[in-house]
């Protein structure tokens, strides 16, 4: 299915914008804390042409639902559609003049595997109704745009990490974001001789289930008791779990802070060119999300621990929890090894074979033609 044939004419342009891994920094970006993903090479394609009528109208190569909305307010669409309208709804909520559009949408990204297939439809979005419609709007506030549509369009609470990683990630770096002042730095990410081997466990997440939900409002009740803004504001970890008396949220705290910390250890490493090192931290964060924040799930938890068992620098799981994926740093000899034995794991427990894929660091979104 064409453009051409679903619209009757060419469109105006087409736009891509890629899918993330979150190298370390997990459950951090709400907390205003600091992030630490890079782009994807798979992502989510939009070819758009204006519409003088106003209309919305969307149709995706992975769906065989298609929507036409022409007064987008929240709650007017649901599904997939909704992720992309909602784009076109924060635009004018923040004093972006755009129209209506057609667009027709493909992604060679999975979904529902932790990798930001939703930041990534709703930044492709965003990046070709901008340029539809000569509006200029500077990244940072692009990406709280796309999250204003997943938070109050969509209804996700999610946090500004993916949407910025989609936008503002480059080529063979992270991007370190300080989630508090949005202030970004390109960390060079040299895989020579590494493989960051993604592994979708098969068992998918959604962001809406009450898991991550319930997260956030944890991490906020512990900062208010703390006297503090947020969780960031925590100096001395050992006197701030003395001061909650609740274990659930000393839990949660523990991680948090401890995780903000693993991301400035990180870049350390990175910046001194010893990717391979950054292994250990990625283990110690996913147990520290599997122990201390309890978002891991069985699948995660087996593919961590046989890919270390199969010689992987380090592995953790990726993104919000409850399901998706988990990325293992691994030497590239050592690859195939490590796919196969979490297979073996996988075949033996009679779960879905996972899928595995190669993490790239990529470019963020922009205009293909
Ligand atoms: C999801 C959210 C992000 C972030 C991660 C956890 O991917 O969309 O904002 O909170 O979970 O780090």
């Given at each position: 299915m064409s453009f051409r044939e679903t619209y009757g004419r060419e469109p105006d342009g087409v736009w891509r914008a890629p899918g993330r891994v979150n190298l370390i920094g997990e459950h951090t970006d709400y907390n205003d804390g600091f992030v630490l993903p890079f782009a994807l090479s798979q992502g989510v394609t939009v070819a758009a042409a204006r519409r003088d009528?106003?209309?919305?109208?969307?149709?995706?190569?992975?769906?065989?639902?298609?929507?036409?909305?022409?007064?987008?307010?929240?709650?007017?669409?649901?599904?997939?559609?909704?992720?992309?309208?909602?784009?076109?709804?924060?635009?004018?909520?923040?004093?972006?003049?755009?129209?209506?559009?057609?667009?027709?949408?493909?992604?060679?990204?999975?979904?529902?595997?932790?990798?930001?297939?939703?930041?990534?439809?709703?930044?492709?979005?965003?990046?070709?109704?901008?340029?539809?419609?000569?509006?200029?709007?500077?990244?940072?506030?692009?990406?709280?745009?796309?999250?204003?549509?997943?938070?109050?369009?969509?209804?996700?609470?999610?946090?500004?990490?993916?949407?910025?990683?989609?936008?503002?990630?480059?080529?063979?770096?992270?991007?370190?974001?300080?989630?508090?002042?949005?202030?970004?730095?390109?960390?060079?990410?040299?895989?020579?001789?590494?493989?960051?081997?993604?592994?979708?466990?098969?068992?998918?997440?959604?962001?809406?289930?009450?898991?991550?939900?319930?997260?956030?409002?944890?991490?906020?009740?512990?900062?208010?008791?703390?006297?503090?803004?947020?969780?960031?504001?925590?100096?001395?970890?050992?006197?701030?779990?003395?001061?909650?008396?609740?274990?659930?949220?000393?839990?949660?705290?523990?991680?948090?802070?401890?995780?903000?910390?693993?991301?400035?250890?990180a870049v350390g490493l990175l910046r001194a060119g010893a990717v391979g090192e950054v292994g250990a931290l990625l283990t110690a964060s996913h147990l520290s999300l599997r122990d201390q924040f309890e978002v891991s799930w069985p699948e995660a938890d087996v593919a961590v621990e046989e890919a270390v068992r199969a010689g992987a620098r380090g592995a953790r799981m990726v993104g919000g929890g409850f399901g998706g994926s988990v990325i293992a740093l691994v030497s590239s000899d050592r690859a195939a090894r490590v796919r196969e034995a979490v297979t073996e794991a996988y075949t033996k427990r009679g779960w879905p074979e996972p899928h595995f894929l190669d993490a790239v660091p990529s470019a963020g979104a922009t205009r293909l033609a």
């Open positions: 009528d106003g209309v919305f109208a969307l149709r995706s190569l992975q769906s065989s639902s298609a929507a036409e909305v022409s007064d987008p307010v929240p709650g007017s669409v649901d599904g997939w559609a909704a992720y992309a309208v909602g784009v076109a709804w924060s635009l004018r909520e923040a004093g972006h003049a755009v129209g209506g559009a057609s667009l027709l949408i493909d992604a060679d990204l999975p979904q529902g595997a932790g990798l930001s297939s939703s930041a990534a439809l709703e930044c492709a979005v965003a990046v070709a109704l901008c340029d539809l419609y000569d509006v200029t709007v500077p990244e940072p506030e692009l990406a709280r745009i796309a999250q204003r549509a997943e938070n109050d369009f969509v209804g996700v609470p999610c946090g500004i990490m993916d949407q910025s990683a989609s936008l503002l990630c480059t080529d063979g770096h992270a991007l370190l974001l300080d989630c508090r002042s949005g202030l970004s730095a390109q960390v060079p990410l040299d895989l020579t001789g590494l493989t960051v081997l993604v592994i979708d466990t098969r068992a998918e997440h959604e962001l809406v289930d009450g898991g991550y939900a319930d997260r956030r409002t944890a991490c906020e009740k512990a900062a208010e008791l703390l006297g503090l803004p947020s969780l960031r504001d925590v100096t001395d970890l050992g006197e701030a779990l003395s001061r909650l008396g609740d274990p659930v949220l000393r839990r949660r705290t523990r991680h948090v802070v401890t995780e903000n910390h693993r991301v400035e250890a």
